[in-house]
Nanobody
């Protein structure tokens, strides 16, 4: 069973920065796409950013130019560098990874979520 452990959340002032990490553990033959979602109070979970196994990245328009997603395959870790944070970035952030096992079956795993609060 694959587990994802997130870290790096917290309270930050508007304009500040935070870096989220998400480390995968367990039996993983291959890591495919990795990404981040967020869910603000009273809203649906929304996709924020993703990165393919070859390093191609995509972002939701609201974070382009402010957030950067990256990955370290050796550490089975995905990161989200968040700069110029705004109050509307306040949400619980979830990481997700798609991986395959030794039989090439694909699965999606989710982290437990980490709270980001942007407030003065």
């Amino acid at each position: 069973q694959v587990q994802l452990v997130e870290s790096g959340g917290g309270l930050v002032q508007p304009g500040g920065s935070l870096r989220l990490s998400c480390a995968a553990s367990g039996t993983i033959f291959r890591l495919a796409a990795m990404g981040w979602y967020r869910q603000a109070p009273g809203k649906q979970r929304e996709w924020v950013a993703s990165i393919t196994s070859t390093g191609s990245t995509n972002y939701v328009d609201s974070v382009k130019g402010r957030f950067t997603i990256s990955r370290d395959n050796a550490k089975k870790t995905v990161y989200l560098q968040m700069n110029s944070l705004k109050p509307e970035d306040t949400a619980v952030y979830y990481c997700t990874v798609r991986y395959s096992d030794l039989r090439y079956r694909e699965y999606d795993a989710w982290g437990q979520g980490t709270q980001i609060t942007v407030s003065s």
